[in-house]
């Protein structure tokens, strides 16, 4: 059989924040982690476990100690071959339309031609289920329309690794559900590899290839395939055991 290729490895990474009497306080303490190339990986945990630390490690934004791997490259900076997407709906520049939002960090990695710019917008505008919205600025979208611009605006860069904290927490259930399934459709036909943090346990085993518990001090406590058959719903073959075994890990 073949190996899998290992899209993304954390090698012992320590990372510590000062607490307000400067003393060093760990978040993360010899953390080890592999991803396969195209593995949707979600991640739950606790609030203040280290999920977004861990997330911002990986996107270059925090100083850390230890090795942080993409395709085998260690990588200490920020870098377009991975993007962060966020909760919050102000992702995007409120004075620019959709489409010069999109367009921007394109043109920063030099991608000048009118044609392939309007190209790649309306094509990943499509893949979130917006087309023809390149004039409309922010503040004329709804919060759901905004977390798709702001994905369609992560894709757009071809990135290896798409880092997603949370991209939906702060989403009505429906629109949430929604963009959940096209989500997995996206996942399906990008060469990306995805790391997912969520606090909702369905949204981890409908999205993740791979499901993680992390608990404080960056401690992983539960780290298994999703072996459950495509696409996933409550309904699904073995859903409700991995969701008991899931509630019960975060519960510990
Ligand atoms: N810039 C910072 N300076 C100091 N402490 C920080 C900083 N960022 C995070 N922390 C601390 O690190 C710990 C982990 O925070 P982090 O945001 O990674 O948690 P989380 O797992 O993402 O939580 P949540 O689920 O609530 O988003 C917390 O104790 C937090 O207070
Ligand atoms: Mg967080």
């Known amino acids: 059989m073949m190996n899998k290729e290992i899209a993304l490895e954390i090698k012992k990474l320590n990372k510590s924040f000062l607490d307000e009497n400067n003393e060093a306080e760990d978040i993360l303490t010899n953390f080890n982690l592999q991803v396969e190339k195209n593995e949707f990986l979600c991640i739950l945990g606790p609030s203040g476990c280290g999920k977004t630390t861990l997330l911002r490690c990986i996107a270059g934004f925090e100083k850390c100690q230890g090795e942080i791997l993409v395709n085998g490259q260690q990588k200490t900076e920020p870098g377009i071959d991975r993007i962060m997407v966020f909760q919050d709906f102000n992702q995007l520049f409120p004075w620019k339309t959709v489409e010069k ?72 259930a429906m629109t949430r559900n929604k963009l959940l399934a096209e989500v997995q459709n996206i996942s399906k036909t990008e060469d990306c590899t995805f790391m997912f943090i969520t606090h909702n346990i369905q949204e981890a085993i409908v999205l993740g290839t791979r499901v993680m518990v992390m608990a404080s001090g960056g ?25 008991k075994r899931l509630h019960d890990a975060l519960e510990e």
């Not at 031609?113 to 600025?137: C, F, H, M, R, W």
């Not at 401690?219 to 991995?242: C, M, Q, R, W």
């Open 101 to 172: 939002n999109i367009q921007y960090p394109l043109k920063q990695q030099g991608i000048k031609d009118k044609a392939v710019l309007d190209q790649l917008t309306s094509e990943y505008l499509e893949k979130v289920n917006l087309p023809g919205i390149q004039k409309k600025y922010p503040h004329q979208l709804s919060g759901g329309m905004k977390q798709r611009v702001a994905i369609a605006k992560a894709l757009a860069l071809k990135p290896q690794i798409i880092l997603m904290d949370e991209p939906f927490a702060a989403l009505d």
């Open 219 to 243: 401690k992983v406590k539960f780290d298994e395939k999703n072996t459950i058959e495509h696409p996933v719903t409550p309904a699904s073959e073995g859903y409700g055991k991995l969701w």
